[in-house]
């Protein structure tokens, strides 16, 4: 009976050890937590020679090495004014932002006040999460002021479109919702940061499913940040196509066995350019090889986007490619010089960005971007409401020698010399004087070296604008007095 109480007593001490124990890590945990808050002020896109009104928001953050605090890009992007409170005090710091990359959402903020890190011990990244993993989810979500700490699963590994880039980048799916004012957060195994809590799913009929950014994109951030400047993700800058069906592999000439995509364009001024050609089948990347749904084993069972061999190395490195060209293996060497997006037609959202903007004879001119389009709606439903010719250009356009982007008339400032024309808006230009326009610096040049007595402006469905060259020189400055607008055009442009 005495060996039992002792072994019980033993038990008991053992318990109370591990629990004091787990009691300190959390407490050590919760200390590198920060709430932080945001006064922001974006541009407007539709109105481009204005912001729009002070806003406000909150997210969460945790210190890292370097004095320094880990959080979501989209926490604090077009911000104006940050601070910053430790969980459990009440003090509130000024911080400003040190990096930033929207592509993979993150952001590194300074507190320049030392005492703010007046005994903290901040956290060190761990693994790679696999599935099945128990993690922890701290941060400050709505319905509290209070730190909150959940407990969830790594429930899936794999490529995720990042919503507020675009991006599409390998995430973490967690089987604990992230709410807002959760994102920015760290989640954690063991004491060590494993992913940073930034987004949720979205439907009707899905609950508690959250993302964590996990550790190879944190990685990559901080690595690629170490000299104090962002190159950003690499990309190949090819559009590529599945090969599951067997006569496509067979016209191909690709043997039985191999596996690949099919490398169906080459964008304009891409890294592939003068090294990939149309109509190669990419096999490998380095040691990954492609299977025909355009996957690769990242790990052990698990794959995932091909992409990831590209994403995990660092801009002007270079990735060495396997293909078949015309039935015959190849080994090229591709020097990785631009990063991710950089060869979209219409391009998604910019932050702290002016719009780009012209302005003659009350005619608006801007280059059609992702923000443009994201004002047409309510809460991110803008495909609902955006012009379908817009938004068809956005999902589906491709770059070309001849247009590198969509300048379009995106509005009509009402002014005798522009009569009858006031509802021609959002057309797509084609050309201005007779010039091809490429990009929006293209129409600005051929609007101002006309020298003949007519502007003609033409859309890409063949509608005309003709204006009065010398009307339209002097109606420039009573439009814009009368709209009360400083410029006629951004600031790029000046």
Not at 315 to 333: C, Y
Not at 423 to 446: C, M, P, Q, T, Y
Request: hydrophobic share 40%.
């Amino acid at each position: 009976m005495q060996k039992e109480s002792d072994i019980i007593f033993k038990i008991w001490i053992i318990f109370l050890v591990l629990f004091s124990f787990v009691s300190i890590l959390h407490a050590q945990e919760k200390d590198t937590v920060v709430k932080i808050y945001v006064v922001y002020s974006e541009y407007n896109y539709h109105e481009p020679w204005q912001m729009k009104g002070i806003q406000s928001r909150h997210g969460s953050g945790v210190i890292v090495q370097g004095n320094r605090i880990l959080t979501n890009a989209h926490v604090v992007c077009d911000n104006t004014f940050l601070q910053i409170r430790k969980s459990g005090h009440a003090k509130r710091y000024t911080a400003v932002v040190d990096m930033i990359d929207h592509k993979s959402d993150l952001a590194l903020l300074r507190v320049n006040d030392p005492t703010f890190f007046t005994d903290v011990v901040p956290l060190e990244l761990g693994e790679f999460s696999h599935i099945k993993d128990e993690v922890y989810a701290y941060g400050f979500p709505e319905g509290g002021d209070k730190l909150s700490i959940t407990k969830g699963v790594v429930s899936r590994v794999e490529h995720k479109e990042y919503k507020h880039s675009g991006a599409y980048l390998i995430a973490c799916q967690l089987d604990a919702s992230i709410n807002h004012g959760n994102s920015g957060g760290p989640v954690l195994k063991d004491g060590k940061i494993v992913g940073i809590a930034f987004q949720n799913a979205y439907g009707i009929q899905i609950e508690n499913i959250g993302y964590m950014i996990p550790i190879p994109v944190l990685k990559h951030f901080l690595e690629d940040i170490i000299d104090h400047r962002l190159d950003g993700i690499p990309e190949l800058g090819v559009s590529m196509q599945k090969l599951e069906n067997l006569d496509m592999r067979r016209y191909y000439r690709m043997k039985q066995g191999e596996t690949g995509v099919l490398v169906n364009g080459i964008y304009p001024d891409s890294p592939a350019q003068g090294i990939l050609k149309t109509n190669d089948i990419l096999l490998k990347i380095d040691h990954f090889d492609i299977d025909n749904d355009g996957t690769i084993e990242f790990r052990k069972g698990e794959r995932t986007y091909l992409g990831f061999a590209i994403q995990q190395k660092q801009i002007h490195d270079t990735a060495f490619l396997g293909i078949l060209r015309n039935g015959k293996p190849m080994l090229l060497e591709m020097p990785l010089t631009k990063a991710l997006h950089c060869c979209r037609l219409v391009p998604y959202r910019k932050y702290k960005t002016e719009p780009p903007f012209y302005i003659i004879g009350g005619l608006v001119f801007e280059a059609l971007t992702m923000n443009y389009l994201y004002e047409y709606g309510n809460g991110g439903d803008f495909y609902s409401n955006a012009p379908t010719e817009l938004l068809n250009l956005f999902y589906n356009g491709d770059q070309k020698k001849d247009q590198k982007e969509i300048v379009m008339l995106a509005q009509v400032l009402p002014d005798d010399v522009n009569i009858g024309y006031h509802e021609f808006i959002n057309g797509i230009i084609f050309k201005v004087n007779g010039k091809k326009i490429v990009i929006l610096e293209d129409l600005i040049s051929a609007f101002e070296n006309q020298k003949g007595d007519y502007h003609t402006i033409e859309d890409m469905k063949g509608f005309k604008i003709v204006l009065n060259r010398r009307a339209v020189e002097k109606a420039n400055k009573r439009i814009l007095k009368k709209y009360k607008i400083s410029s006629d055009r951004s600031l790029k442009f000046e």
